[in-house]
T-cell receptor, first 112, second 113 residues
Framework: NAGVTQTPKFQVLKTGQSMTLQCAQDMNHNSMYWYRQDPGMGLRLIYYSASEGTTDKGEVPNGYNVSRLNKREFSLRLESAAPSQTSVYFC???????????FGSGTRLTVV | QKEVEQDPGPLSVPEGAIVSLNCTYSNSAFQYFMWYRQYSRKGPELLMYTYSSGNKEDGRFTAQVDKSSKYISLFIRDSQPSDSATYLCAMPLRGGATNKLIFGTGTLLAVQP
């Protein structure tokens, strides 16, 4: 039972390059989320998907796009990476409502 | 002012000590309160979950909520080196089809053997 799986675990990009972070969950959860975690800033919500077919902006959406491919998968795309997007990215899922989240192990992204 | 404030630490204690971790919040609409534990280079994992005011105990961990003061605490009794981690408080902001968790910045705890 894998829970939430994120790929890749590490990535180095050059400024202006694009990439997609992948996330998949096997818990049949309705809602999925992308957060970034930076020192002193905590976890900040980038985008979320309440259910299959819907996506909404979070606190820090600029520079990112998302796709809820199906109930299991929720991807995050950086179209033109910037050094300010250097961070650790976490995907999470929940059944919805006020239940807690299950997090993946994160993607460490460095943009040079 | 951030919706959820948390002292970042680091907090260093000897093994066996009682640890107190705290958060304050500004939004009186918060009704559910969570504590996550995050080991180094891992994702956060849900540790405790409480509703409204009062105490909840789970083994060596006790979560306390004081809604009148907008203050929540996590106590760890008989702390162990394995408790060394970052502890994040979180509160769901309700609205729309799902909740969005608002996190504190986390407190880094080191338990010295």
């Amino acid at each position: 039972n894998a829970g939430v799986t994120q790929t890749p675990k590490f990535q180095v990009l050059k400024t202006g390059q694009s990439m997609t972070l992948q996330c998949a969950q096997d818990m049949n959860h309705n809602s999925m989320y992308w957060y970034r975690q930076d020192p002193g800033m905590g976890l900040r919500l980038i985008y979320y998907s309440a259910s299959e077919g819907t996506t909404d902006k979070g606190e820090v959406p600029n520079g990112y796009n998302v796709s809820r491919l199906n109930k299991r998968e929720f991807s995050l795309r950086l179209e033109s990476a910037a050094p300010s997007q250097t961070s650790v990215y976490f995907c999470a899922s929940s059944p919805g409502g006020v239940y807690g989240y299950t997090f993946g192990s994160g993607t460490r992204l460095t943009v040079v | 002012q951030k919706e959820v404030e948390q002292d970042p630490g680091p907090l260093s204690v000897p093994e066996g000590a009682i640890v107190s971790l705290n958060c304050t919040y500004s939004n009186s609409a918060f009704q559910y309160f969570m504590w996550y534990r995050q080991y180094s280079r891992k994702g956060p994992e849900l540790l405790m979950y409480t509703y409204s005011s009062g105490n909840k105990e789970d083994g060596r961990f006790t979560a306390q909520v004081d809604k009148s003061s907008k203050y929540i605490s996590l106590f760890i009794r008989d702390s162990q080196p394995s408790d060394s981690a970052t502890y994040l408080c979180a509160m769901p902001l309700r609205g729309g089809a799902t909740n969005k968790l608002i996190f504190g910045t986390g407190t880094l705890l080191a338990v010295q053997p």
